[in-house]
């Protein structure tokens, strides 16, 4: 059990130490990752961004991932019998949200060059993973040199199904609950991050890595 992301991001920080020096990139997933992220990146003065994906949602249950959006790509994994028509229209629509999004969190910065870079895919916590292990795809399309995924907590099935799939590098959690239902249910206080909370986080761990660079 966690007091709350930040207790969650510093427990996290300490196994991630390892990577303090390297050529690291933490992509968060937003929004309850970005906590997290902040101040593992500003621990390890490393540059934050965040992961803008959205999953497509199986026209008959919207909470299973049968693949996920980015703004340059669709990754489908288990669209079987699913219509080409529900798809794009699917995509537009996700797209116009990403698109909102990408205008509010990018307005004053760029996106990092993941190339060759260690790349730490943060989380406040995975439930099934299947939009992210999509997620991952697209990530790894932009040839990092190392995929490291590192969250507090996740069912143990869905942290083998990430240590069995050949694109991630490395996995962390810290816990792996046998009656997992809701990463919520590890966090002693866990409150929903606003997008307006999520731009003054990245802003935050910008202006904090620029203060060291100087």
């Known amino acids: ?40 990146a500003k621990n390890l003065v490393a540059p934050l961004d965040v992961v803008l994906t959205k999953k497509i949602g199986h026209p008959h249950n919207r909470e299973y991932a049968i693949g996920a959006v980015s703004l340059q790509d669709v990754v489908l994994s288990d669209a079987f019998g699913v219509t ?11 797209r116009d949200k990403l ?48 995929i490291v995924v590192a969250v507090p907590v996740a069912p143990r099935e869905t942290i083998q199904k990430l240590k069995d799939n050949p694109q991630v590098d490395e996995v962390i959690c810290l816990l792996t609950p046998p009656n997992f239902h809701a990463v919520g249910q590890f966090y002693q206080k866990f409150e929903q991050i606003s997008d307006q909370e999520a731009i003054r986080l990245l802003q935050e761990c910008q202006n904090t ?3 060291q660079e100087q």
Do not use: C, W
Request: net charge positive; charged share 35%; glycine share 6%.
């Open 84 to 94: 080409k028509s529900y798809i794009e229209e699917e995509t537009e629509r996700i």
């Open 1 to 40: 059990m966690f007091q709350d992301r930040t207790d969650a991001a510093l427990q996290l920080t300490k196994t991630l130490r390892k990577y303090e020096g390297d050529e690291v990139v933490v992509l968060a997933i937003p929004r309850g990752g970005l906590p997290l992220g902040n101040i593992i």
């Open 99 to 146: 698109r909102t999004r990408h205008r509010q969190y990018y307005k004053n910065r760029q996106s990092e060059d993941l190339k060759d870079k260690t790349i730490l895919i943060i989380d406040d916590g995975i439930a099934t993973g299947n939009t992210l292990l999509v997620t991952i795809e697209m990530v790894r399309r932009q040839k990092p040199k190392k």
């Open 209 to 211: 890595n620029v203060q």
